[in-house]
């Protein structure tokens, strides 16, 4: 069976490469050390060369021998070291040191720069194999491209260092970035196995090391820069081709910046086996599906046409998955920036591979800051033009849906700020009710589904019921629930919730029927998002195991009121015996985990430990002081980012406790909370 998914690939376009270029003159290193953040560069005897993005010297390319050193120091990206190195690569970390050698090395960013010397001879041929390597295995790949970012900084003149290492063991990446993610990360770069015709196979970063710069995980993280709002006009009417116009509405929260670096992939790559088409994702090449399978691939693209500020256009650089703005003077901290941006292509179009299906979640799909939804807290507003019978969706509480002719438009305005919008385009047959003052849809994909539209309404009514009995009133105006593509998975933007496929016909085969198992838990976990994950939403990735747990355990909450307690006792022992012993990683740092079968270990943590730990504390405070304080997390944040010092903080405040060693063991740390009696 074909499964259609759509997903964003980070990548980049590979005549970037020969952009790039080495300078007239190399010079001789000798017993050098260059060190930046984790990173340290012994270069024991060789040549290095300038390489020259559009004419300006970027950063060098070594040639020679020489030995790196990276020492990991911060306590939450020690927990995961220990499993990322033994399982996505091939060095060992001692005592939190991790050391290779190496014969061939780039280097971008303000401190490369600083690090070049006065040429005394020609390149010759020793740089040519060296830069091949790092152009093949670097530069042209599918996950990033550095020297956007890096060029930002030498604009700014701020210390964003990238370094690409053609290891004795790995091939390494380190990026260190203080001003914009505010973090820096160690990868060892992994052949996929894909093979991509004339060119090197794709590889892709298996992150090993991840640390903050400049803040901590417990608090929340300074963005540099803050969208605060965003119009998007989407015209996909057409079915061929995407016209996009952005407003954008940024402010400054650092001096002196001219050049600014902003997330916008360009591209999405399909591939082509055995005759079938299919799309996958980099989480799929990390578990090795199909590996060595693969013969051809395509892409569809998004080109910015022109970047305006005030009426004036401004020049841009889209480099893969970044844009880079040369602003005419410097920016001003505290003062808006309205940006327009227009843009086109067929990265969104709807195409029969994807049955007609356009998915734009979260922040990565209109330009935005790079590090995420930390940087956004923005009053959305849109029009997305589409051509029957294509029906789009959006995060909206009250959109206006008018039909002109062939042509379908959905308009809307955000009621509040948020950290993500999200825009779903395909062939839907929506169905609408009223569940006391919250109004559902209920939309089925490729044909009028009336047996789910009952059966879901029946369903999302109880799972409300139960929700407002314990939580307090539905957040939103509204709850739409749409068919997805696939099976056994949900989503839960604001408003809008993905239902796969089993929810909505769980007799169209036997894999679905397998997967239909557990539906009505998942469809209850995603409707509990509304509350925990939007109404109130976690700041960083460090604090989302409290809205995934939350959520979860809220799920089992309701089939054990619909159905019978013994389903909650279920889940119960099912999370505890699944999640026990899982020690590579703390709720706080699953995210971080990455290697073989770390998704693996991920979903236990988070799906598992996560609501396991919240029956602790239900234990310990009992029945009314709990649903006391998950009522109080909801009204203290209303719709606002929070951490998980802010959880602590309100249950110490609600209890009069002290729960700091409670919460060092069981969500700071690694150990496992003692079993619940339940009751």
Same mark, same amino acid.
């Given at each position: ?20 270029? @080495? ?17 340290? *560069? ?24 020489? $030995? ?47 690090? @070049? ?70 990868? /060892? @770069?992994?052949?996929?196995?894909? !093979?991509?015709?004339?060119?090197? $196979? ?23 820069? *803050? ?20 407003? #954008?509405? #940024? ?6 910046? !001219?050049?600014? =670096? ?20 980099? /989480? ?17 693209? @998004? ?7 005030? +009426? ?12 880079? #703005? ?9 003062? =808006? ?74 308009? +809307? ?16 047959? =929506? $169905? ?16 009028? $589904? ?39 998975? +949900? ?9 796969? +496929? ?87 740092? *699953? ?89």
């Amino acid at each position: 069976m074909k499964h259609w998914t759509l997903v964003f690939l980070i990548a980049v376009s590979a005549p970037l490469a020969a952009q790039g270029t @080495l300078g007239e003159a190399a010079f001789e290193v000798k017993d050098a050390v260059l060190a930046q953040g984790m990173l340290t *560069l012994a270069f024991e005897e060789g040549w290095a060369c300038p390489y020259l993005w559009n004419g300006e010297p970027a950063g060098f390319v070594f040639a020679g021998k020489g $030995n790196w050193t990276a020492s990991v120091t911060e306590r939450f990206a020690l927990q995961t070291l220990d499993y990322n190195t033994k399982h996505g690569s091939h060095l060992k970390a001692e005592g939190g040191t991790l050391r290779d050698a190496f014969a061939g090395i780039i280097c971008l960013g303000t401190p490369a720069v600083a690090f @070049l010397r006065e040429g005394q001879a020609p390149p010759g041929d020793r740089f040519k194999g060296v830069l091949a390597t790092v152009e093949a295995k670097f530069l042209d790949q599918f996950f990033t491209h550095p020297v956007a970012y890096a060029w930002a900084g030498l604009a700014n003149g701020t210390p964003e260092f990238a370094c690409a290492i053609d290891g004795a063991r790995d091939l390494a990446l380190f990026l260190h970035d203080p001003v914009w993610r505010q973090e820096e990360t160690l990868s /060892a @770069l992994k052949d996929s196995k894909f !093979r991509r015709e004339g060119k090197a $196979n794709i590889f892709y970063p298996q992150q090993l090391a991840r640390q903050p710069l400049g803040w901590d995980r417990k608090g929340p993280k300074p963005s540099p820069l *803050l969208l605060t709002a965003l119009e998007y006009d989407l015209d996909l009417a057409s079915l061929e081709t995407l016209r996009a116009r952005y407003v #954008l509405t #940024l402010q400054m929260r650092r001096e002196g910046l !001219r050049a600014l =670096p902003l997330a916008l992939p360009d591209r999405r790559i399909y591939f082509s086996s055995g005759g079938a088409r299919t799309f996958i994702d980099l /989480a799929d090449m990390s578990r090795g599906v199909a590996a060595g399978g693969v013969d051809k691939h395509w892409v569809k693209t @998004l080109r910015v046409d022109a970047v305006e500020a005030g +009426g004036k256009a401004l020049r841009f650089d889209h480099f893969g998955d970044t844009l880079v #703005l040369h602003l005419p003077e410097a920016a001003r901290r505290g003062v =808006p920036l309205n940006l327009t941006v227009t843009a086109g292509g067929d990265l969104y179009a709807p195409t029969p591979e994807m049955g007609s299906f356009v998915y734009l979640v979260g922040t990565d799909w209109f330009p935005s800051p790079l590090d995420g939804a930390p940087g956004v807290e923005a009053r959305f507003k849109g029009r997305v033009a589409t051509r029957k019978p294509l029906v789009a969706f959006a995060s909206f509480e009250s959109p206006v849906v008018k039909t002109e002719d062939e042509t379908v438009v959905l308009e +809307g305005t955000g009621d509040r700020a948020e950290d993500g919008h999200t825009v779903t385009v395909g062939k839907y047959f =929506p $169905n609408e009710k009223d569940l006391g003052s919250v109004h559902l849809t209920t939309a089925s994909g490729v044909f009028k $589904n009336k047996r789910a539209y009952d059966l879901i309404e029946g369903l999302a009514g109880g799972i409300l019921q139960v929700y407002e009995a314990y939580l307090g009133p539905y957040p939103f105006k509204r709850l739409a629930v749409l068919e997805g593509r696939g099976v056994g998975w +949900g989503m839960a933007p604001p408003v809008l919730v993905f239902a796969s +496929g089993e929810v909505f016909n769980s007799l169209k085969d036997p894999y679905t029927s397998l997967f239909s198992k557990g539906a009505n838990e998942r469809l209850a976990h995603e409707v509990a998002h509304q509350y925990f994950g939007h109404a109130v939403r976690p700041q960083l990735a460090e604090d989302a195991w409290m809205a995934e747990a939350m959520a979860e355990y809220m799920a089992a909450v309701f089939l054990g009121k619909a159905k019978r307690k013994a389903e909650f006792d279920y889940l119960y022992n099912f999370w505890y015996n699944r999640s026990k012993g899982e020690t590579m990683a703390s709720l706080t740092t *699953l995210h971080d985990l990455d290697g073989e079968d770390a998704h693996v270990y991920r979903w236990d943590l988070v799906y598992c430990k996560g609501p396991v730990v919240l029956q602790a504390i239900r234990d310990k405070v009992g029945e009314k002081t709990f649903w006391t304080l998950l009522r109080s997390f909801l009204r203290s944040f209303p719709y606002k980012a929070v951490t998980t010092e802010d959880f602590i903080g309100l249950t110490e405040h609600i209890t009069g406790e002290d729960w700091r060693p409670f919460f060092d063991r069981y969500v700071y740390g690694t150990e496992f909370p003692p079993k619940s009696p339940l009751r």
